[in-house]
């Protein structure tokens, strides 16, 4: 079985709806945290959360929230998405240190009508 | 705040040898990793350097110089597999990672 897991793998949905995108890991990993790719942007930090009671902000978290309902699950929102959300979102998890490496879910893609 | 730089595109031959270069500038550098994204799947690890210097694993090698802001990838014996984005990215405090734009590495017959 895969140590981090996403649901769903994809997704279509229409301007305005609330999607919840979750993660799930079985690695034992204190830290988690959300990234969104597009296209020749690479990867860019949504949120992330060090323990069940930490959760801060990334460089894109406009338009965004989570929630950190036990060490092993890490929950996006988007409470009202629109187009330029459309992108593939991976959660990944870690160790603590600065060594550690992350370790990335198979990601969500999310299309945005 | 960071900026990392790294080539859009390469194109080498099978059994080939290819460097991708990343420059960074950032404050609170701690180290530097890269990753092998194939499309459309998640990326995986491939190296660690916090220190200055050659890491050799198999095939994959990795290099950084902290005072120039500089790091490659080396690949060697290209094979087909290899064909994927390859992501430099930079840790700071707190293990987060920020990612450069990635390489695509196009391997040819």
């Known amino acids: 079985d895969a140590d981090v897991t996403q649901t769903p793998r994809n997704r279509i949905t229409k301007t305005g709806k609330r999607i919840m995108l979750e993660c799930s890991q079985t690695k034992g990993h204190d830290r988690m945290y959300w990234y969104r790719q597009d296209p020749g942007l690479g990867l860019r930090l949504i949120y992330y959360s060090f323990d069940v009671k930490d959760i801060n902000k990334g460089e894109i978290s406009d338009g965004y929230s989570v929630s950190r309902q036990a060490q092993a699950k890490f929950s996006l929102s988007l409470e009202s998405a629109i187009p330029n959300q459309t992108a593939l979102y991976f959660c990944?998890?870690?160790?603590?240190?600065?060594?550690?490496?992350?370790?990335f879910g198979p990601g969500t893609r999310l299309t945005v009508t | 705040g960071q900026n990392i730089d790294q080539p859009t595109e390469m194109t080498a031959t099978e059994g080939a040898i290819v460097q991708i270069n990343c420059t960074y500038q950032t404050s609170g550098f701690n180290g530097l990793f890269w990753y092998q994204q194939h499309a459309g799947e998640a990326p995986t690890f491939l190296s660690y350097?916090?220190?200055?210097g050659l890491e050799e694993k198999g095939r994959f090698s990795s290099f950084l110089s902290r005072s120039k802001g500089y790091s490659y990838l080396l690949l060697k014996e290209l094979q087909m597999k290899d064909s994927a984005s390859y992501l430099c990215?930079?840790?700071?405090?707190?293990?987060?990672?920020?990612f450069g734009g990635g390489t695509r590495v196009l391997v040819k017959p």
């Open positions: 990944a998890t870690s160790g603590g240190g600065q060594t550690y490496e992350q370790y």
């Open positions: 350097n916090v220190l200055d």
């Open positions: 990215a930079v840790t700071a405090a707190g293990n987060k990672l920020t």
